[in-house]
């Protein structure tokens, strides 16, 4: 009888052995395990068996059930893991085909990010940001400012006025700012000495070629306090320059005239794309036109006669004094940027767009 | 303004070359704007010439052949068209290998089968005079053949051309700018060239001046002439106006401009037989009074401007130009020489009515000082004495005399080094005034300074003064230093951050950021179809603007969307997903500015979402596009809002809402009407909204919220209710009555089918989430829930819960 039993153990494990599949190997268990195979049937009976045999034959008989389980499982393990691997392998994809779509990246305006990455260096430098209207009164835009009735920026020529004007010499005619200063008088009236402030914004002038057109936008810069000198200019200036153009750069002051500072200064940086005003290859700068340094700004300390107007806030010009800058957002970012014409950035092609941020 | 060096070095002369006095000049304050040259190059190519023989050209009438002695035993064949060449005259000659004035080379050529090696110049091909007629036939005193050119006529200069502010019109002058170059340089200056004056004071026979209003005409100067001979200026003279820019004329006319040109200060010159009466009168106009000036035009005036009359009328508009009537001719032979000074913010003023500006004006507008008005007399004199062999009347009418005395001004070493932040010892700035024509004497903090009359309008405080000091001893001395602040600080305020915010998070779904117009087109209302009440309608209009189309401003950004979107269409642009942030512009009324809010619009055209090769055809965007944009910029801001049903004129009636933010209108979004988007050429849908970020409140401090740590319940159900329900109606229906442990209830799918739903139904399945905080929620508690939410659906709607 345990010949026998051996004899089903080997032919099951073989048959085990042979199960090419999962299918394969659960016909396989019911042929040797299942209810009607011949090793449980023999364990059923066992009991009929003379009293010799009994023992050996049950002992035997449940060795090679177990034995076989085992195998069947260790084969079906081997069996999954090899369907898998071939279900894995059927799933296979082209890996050189494009990608799920991402989300379009959308950019912020080129005037915006530089608009963001000035106001950033002067919030570095202990200034607030400061906003205020676009229209304007001729009191705010130019008389508070020192501009002399004579002034030709006054005229209709280079200021918009708006419906009706009647004087543009009357102090109460409302037009479009030609410049973000009115916000230095705005923010003294408002605000007691110490003050340190830039004042982004959209500003107009009759003026339509590649480097004007009639709205560009302004950062100007006003700090006023008891001992803030031309050097403190010429100083928050340089980082200025150095943060948005490099660390490389100097700036240079040459004296120039506006109404509103005194002494009145334009600001040079040297150019960031030659040395000297010639190129690595020898040419001369097209970029600086040769000269080595680079027009960004117009600045000063601040007229007295513009204290005067506020006067009464706290500004006594033999007490405090300042400086005030200003500079075009859009020259800032067309410089940095190499953009040959303002114009482009108004025309919002977002083929430019994207190329920025 | 054009500074020809040669006229400088007369009064100054550095040993600089020409870049380098540009650049102490731009360093200093007088911005040199650019070099150029003035007349010939190749100069040892022009030299002087004697004609040995000129005969006539075999094969040409008007032609010459010339044999001149160009010195060095050289004798060169040039034939000459000019008709009045001849043998024995002395000339100048340009020998080949010469540039003229525009750049070309002279070459050897041959004119009608004779070899001419050079040319026998006339002056304007010198460029130092405007006659053609003839070659220039020199003066033979001492003049050797072969003697350079250069020594000889004024044949090339460079020329600084100078950008001069407006507080410095004492250097509109030459030797005002000999005065900055001395300053800035430290070479000597010559004596200002009136200092020297043949004249005399007193009053003048046969010739009288009235001044009616001293008020606009601070002073009014004149002399008479008499034997004046008319005719051409003298070489040196025509050279230097015209390397200064200035076309010769006479010698009287040339004489008026060259001591503008060098003094700043205008002058005009009446015939005096043509001034009636012989006497002038300076009074205002009266209102409507015509005058014809010399441009041939009849100008009307007003009683603010001023005009010089004779005594049959007027003749000139004071300071800006004169009239025909006296104009001085070549049959004159008296002359009256007016200089006077005229109130600057006048003179701009009556330019600007009048449309008309004039050398003059434009000097006299800049506030000229009295004092100048006899400097250009003394210059003037000397000059028609010698050029128009005239005889000077004894005598000056001075009307109004010189202007207030002179100011001191205190410059304490204090204040110096305070605004400037660098030390200058007083005896550097002592230095540095004088330099500049200013008095300057010790005092025991500084400096007494006393202001020169021609610096009398620009320098009236210490800080002017500093002004001076600073940018001559050189602004590259200053230190680079930052202010101490004294403890301010710097930040955004949370207004500003919310805006950035906003932005960020629309470029955060893809939207590129547009900056448009503040203009708008005065037909935007009609084309957006905006009602005859609409207050969007009404928008502020310039006077002025540049043209038409950019005559108001916007009263919305979506107009500026929509040409940003047509424009990038127009090239090829497919998807557009774009966003504005920016002020628009509303009238009030009372309040004399407009209210300026800052919007924020997006406009969606195109895909959804971006094509792919496992979605090459994504939907297209419509209302639900641009109402999740909406929402994601409405969380990003943690803003209370929500949408309600609303009509715009210029949305697709059935596809547009009001934007509420904490329960106020806030805005609109929608799909743009067909019709609308047809006029920006967009045919397919166009998705939008614009929303007044200022109505959006300040976000609070978000506080901790405990996580819970029992499980959430959730389930599906399907409402069916009436097709007037709103999603919005029957959520907050489902979340009143599902109570506190209804966490959330969002639609995730709409369903309609008449014939298992009945006529006018609609099919809303809802995923409710059920949570405690303390507890994980039982079966009963949940169902209870359920229950009570189908009450109130069935009750307050008339719709029920389907199967699920």
């Known amino acids: ?357 | 303004m054009r500074v020809p060096l040669q006229w400088l070095r007369e009064y100054v002369d550095p040993a600089l070359d020409t870049h380098a006095v540009a650049d102490r000049l731009t360093m200093t304050g007088t911005k040199v704007e650019a070099i150029h040259h003035h007349g010939v190059g190749a100069l040892e190519n022009f030299v002087v010439g004697r004609v040995l023989e000129a005969d006539q050209h075999p094969n040409a009438d008007r032609l010459s052949v010339c044999v001149v002695d160009v010195g060095a035993d050289s004798l060169y064949q040039i034939v000459c068209g000019a008709p009045n060449v001849a043998a024995g005259q002395t000339v100048a000659v340009a020998k080949p290998g010469a540039v003229m004035p525009d750049g070309s080379k002279l070459g050897k050529a041959k004119l009608r089968g004779i070899e001419s090696n050079g040319m026998i110049l006339a002056e304007d091909e010198l460029a130092i005079g405007t006659e053609h007629a003839g070659i220039m036939v020199l003066a033979t005193d001492g003049l050797v053949p072969g003697t350079p050119l250069e020594g000889v006529l004024p044949i090339a200069t460079d020329v600084l051309e100078l950008e001069i502010t407006s507080n410095r019109p004492d250097c509109l002058g030459i030797y005002g700018v000999a005065r900055e170059v001395h300053a800035a340089t430290g070479a000597a200056l010559a004596p200002p060239p009136w200092n020297e004056d043949s004249g005399t004071a007193g009053a003048v026979q046969g010739a009288s001046i009235t001044v009616k209003c001293p008020d606009l005409c601070p002073r009014f100067t004149a002399r008479v002439f008499e034997d004046v001979k008319i005719g051409p200026s003298p070489p040196w003279l025509k050279a230097q106006l015209m390397a200064a820019g200035q076309r010769p004329i006479s010698n009287v006319v040339d004489i008026t401009n060259y001591v503008m040109l060098l003094t700043s200060q205008p002058l005009h010159a009446f015939d005096l037989d043509r001034v009636e009466g012989a006497t002038l009168t300076v009074r205002r106009a009266h209102d409507g009074e015509q005058i014809d000036t010399l441009d041939g035009q009849t100008r009307t005036l007003d009683s603010d401007m001023v005009l010089i009359e004779d005594a049959a009328g007027p003749t000139s508009i004071a300071g800006v130009m004169g009239g025909a009537r006296s104009e001085v001719g070549a049959d004159t032979t008296r002359v009256l020489m007016e200089a006077a000074n005229w109130d600057g913010a006048n003179i701009h003023r009556t330019s600007l009515k009048l449309g008309l500006r004039s050398e003059a004006s434009g000097r006299f507008e800049k506030q000229l000082q009295p004092e100048q008005a006899m400097e250009a007399q003394a210059v003037s004199t000397r000059l028609m004495i010698e050029l128009c062999g005239a005889r000077l009347v004894p005598g000056t009418i001075d009307v109004g005399g010189e202007g207030p005395p002179p100011k001191t001004i205190a410059l304490r070493d204090a204040r110096v080094r305070r605004l400037l932040g660098v030390d200058i010892p007083h005896e550097r700035s002592a230095e540095i005034l004088k330099a500049l024509g200013f008095k300057a004497a010790w005092a025991h903090d500084g400096l007494e300074v006393t202001v020169p009359p021609f610096r009398r309008g620009d320098v009236t405080r210490e800080v002017d003064l500093i002004e001076e000091v600073a940018r001559i001893d050189g602004l590259e001395k200053l230190p680079a230093t930052l202010p101490s602040r004294h403890g301010a600080s710097g930040r955004l305020t949370v207004r500003q951050r919310l805006r950035r915010h906003a932005a960020d998070a629309l470029t955060a779904q893809g939207l590129h950021e547009i900056v448009g117009w503040s203009f708008a087109h005065p037909d935007l209302a009609d084309r957006l179809r905006l009602a005859v009440d609409d207050e969007r309608r009404n928008a502020v209009a310039l006077e002025n603007p540049i043209s038409t189309d950019v005559s108001r401003l916007r009263t919305t950004v979506l107009g500026s969307l929509l040409d940003v979107a047509r424009h990038n269409r127009a090239r090829g642009a497919g998807t557009l997903r774009l966003f504005e942030a920016g002020a628009v512009y509303l009238p009030t009324e009372p309040g004399p500015l407009p209210r300026e809010p800052y919007y924020a619009g997006a406009l969606l055209a195109g895909a959804a979402h971006p094509p792919s090769w496992r979605d090459p055809q994504p939907r297209p965007v419509d209302f639900f596009a641009a109402k999740g944009v909406l929402q994601g910029l409405m969380d990003a801001l943690r803003a209370d809002w929500r949408l309600e049903r609303a009509a715009e004129p210029f949305l697709h009636p059935g596809r547009a809402a009001r934007i509420l933010v904490a329960g106020m209108p806030a805005g609109w979004v929608g799909e743009v009407h067909p019709l609308v988007a047809a006029q920006w050429d967009l045919r397919d849908t166009v998705a939008a909204f614009e929303l007044d970020l200022d109505a959006v409140p300040e976000p609070q401090i978000a506080l901790y919220r405990e996580l819970s740590e029992f499980p959430d319940v959730r389930e599906d159900i399907a409402v069916v209710v009436p097709d007037h329900v709103t999603a919005a109606q029957l959520l907050a229906l489902v979340r009143h009555a599902g109570g506190r442990l209804l966490a959330d209830a969002q639609v995730f799918d709409v369903y309609r089918d008449p014939e298992r739903l009945g006529e006018g139904n609609v099919s809303l399945a809802l995923r409710l989430t059920y949570r405690a905080g303390d507890r994980t929620l039982t079966d009963e508690e949940v169902a209870e829930r359920r229950e009570a939410i189908a009450d109130a659906v069935a009750d307050q709607m008339g719709g029920r819960i389907r199967a699920s």
């Open chain 1, 1 to 357: 009888m345990t010949d026998r039993i051996a004899h089903i153990r080997a032919e099951a494990e073989n048959a085990i052995a042979g199960a090419g599949d999962t299918e394969a190997l659960e016909s396989v268990r019911i042929q040797y395990l299942g209810r009607k195979a011949d090793l449980p049937n023999l364990l059923r009976n066992v009991a009929e068996l003379p009293a010799a045999e009994r023992a050996a034959t049950g002992k035997a008989a449940n060795e090679a059930r177990k034995a076989l389980e085992a195998a069947i499982d260790q084969r079906a393990e081997q069996l999954a893991a090899a369907e898998l691997d071939q279900r894995l392998e059927r799933d296979r994809v082209d890996v050189t085909l494009p990608a799920d779509p991402v989300p379009a990246t959308g950019r912020l305006h080129l005037i915006t990010q530089t608009q963001r990455e000035i106001e950033d260096v002067f919030i570095g430098l202990g200034f607030n940001v400061a906003e205020g209207p676009e229209v304007e009164t001729v009191y705010y835009n130019f008389d508070a400012l020192n501009f002399e009735s004579t002034h030709p920026s006054r005229l209709m020529s280079d200021t918009f006025y708006l419906q009706p004007t009647e004087d543009i010499f009357d102090t109460s005619a409302l037009l479009l700012r030609v410049h973000t200063s009115p916000v230095q008088i705005r923010a003294m009236e408002s605000q007691a000495p110490p003050i340190y402030i830039v004042i982004p914004g959209r500003v107009y002038r009759p003026d339509n070629d590649a480097t004007h057109t009639p709205q560009f936008h302004q950062m100007e810069g006003l700090a006023v306090d008891t001992d803030i000198s031309l050097g403190d200019l010429q100083g928050t200036l340089l980082t200025f320059a150095r943060a948005v153009f490099g660390d490389e750069r100097q700036v240079r002051l040459r004296p120039h005239f506006f109404p509103f500072t005194e002494p009145s200064v334009e600001v040079d940086v040297s150019c960031f794309n030659c040395k000297t005003g010639v190129t690595a290859d020898g040419q001369r700068c097209p970029l600086c036109k040769g000269e080595g340094w680079i027009e960004i700004l117009g600045a000063g300390m601040v007229d007295p006669n513009v204290f005067e107007y506020v006067r009464d806030n706290g500004y006594d010009p033999e007490q405090i004094q300042g400086f005030a800058f200003g500079m075009g957002i859009e020259r800032i970012a067309m410089l940095k940027h190499g953009v040959p014409d303002l114009r482009m950035l108004y025309d919002n092609d977002v083929r430019l767009l994207e190329q920025f941020g």
